[in-house]
């Protein structure tokens, strides 16, 4: 089945520096891959998500790129806010027959003031 | 549109009992998944329901179970329960089957004791 390793696990930046988040999949067939922002006490909450016929996306101050011939994708934050501080999981659906969400075991992002 | 809910919020339960949790997805979605989510493991896929029928499970035991209705609302059963059961269940329902752009509900935190 799928597997996918999320890296760093703990990541703390100065405010207004950047964030980079990233992960590797496993499975080539994999097509859709979120990323879920969980705030302390809070449910997970999609952010951004890209798809495997496209290479980045980009929504404000976050974006996400694909690599999909070394099946790494990242999530990206510049310039970071207190707000950003959660837990970031990536994950990776699979193609049909497996088409299921493989989450990352996530990255706690803190941001220094 | 109201979001997800999930309902109880909380339990407390002793080993060997057995438990069910509810889920209500978002109005017009018919794809329901269940997810543990654990410190160690983060989240871990259970099951996915769409349209009454379960399209996908995850590596869990047969003690796991779940079933969906004519509403699209889902429950989420675990018969003699042991101590690592102990966990937030998160339901997370979505308007196409397999996986895709889902919405999590605030999660039920169970206790075994």
């Known amino acids: 089945g799928e597997n996918v390793e999320q890296h760093p696990s703990t990541l703390s930046v100065q405010e207004g520096d950047s964030a980079v988040i990233k992960c590797t999949y496993s499975d080539s067939a994999s097509n859709y891959f979120p990323w879920y922002k969980q705030e302390l006490g809070k449910r997970p909450q999609l952010i951004i998500d890209?798809?495997?016929?496209?290479g980045e996306k980009k929504d404000q101050r976050i974006a996400v790129t694909l690599n999909k011939t070394a099946k790494h994708f990242s999530l990206h934050i510049t310039e970071t806010q207190p707000e950003d501080s959660a837990v970031y999981f990536c994950?990776?659906?699979?193609?049909?027959?497996?088409?299921?969400?493989?989450f990352g075991t996530g990255t706690r992002l803190t941001i220094i003031p | 549109k109201a979001g997800v809910t999930q309902t109880p919020r909380y339990l407390i339960k002793t080993r060997g009992q057995q438990v069910t949790l509810s889920c209500s997805p978002i109005s017009g979605h018919r794809s329901v998944s269940w997810y543990q989510q654990t410190p160690g493991q983060g989240l871990q896929f259970l099951f996915e329901?769409?349209?009454?029928?379960?399209?996908n499970k995850g590596n869990f035991p047969g003690r796991f179970s779940g079933r969906q209705f004519s509403n699209s609302r889902s429950e989420m059963n675990v018969s003699t329960l042991e101590l690592g059961d102990s966990a937030l269940y998160l339901c997370?329902?979505?308007?196409?089957?397999?996986?895709?752009?889902?919405?999590f509900g605030p999660g039920t935190r169970l206790l075994v004791l």
């Open positions: 890209i798809r495997s016929n496209v």
């Open positions: 329901y769409f349209s009454e029928t379960q399209r």
């Open positions: 997370a329902s979505s308007g196409l089957a397999g996986g895709e752009t889902q919405y």
């Open positions: 994950a990776a659906k699979g193609d049909f027959g497996n088409e299921k969400l493989t």
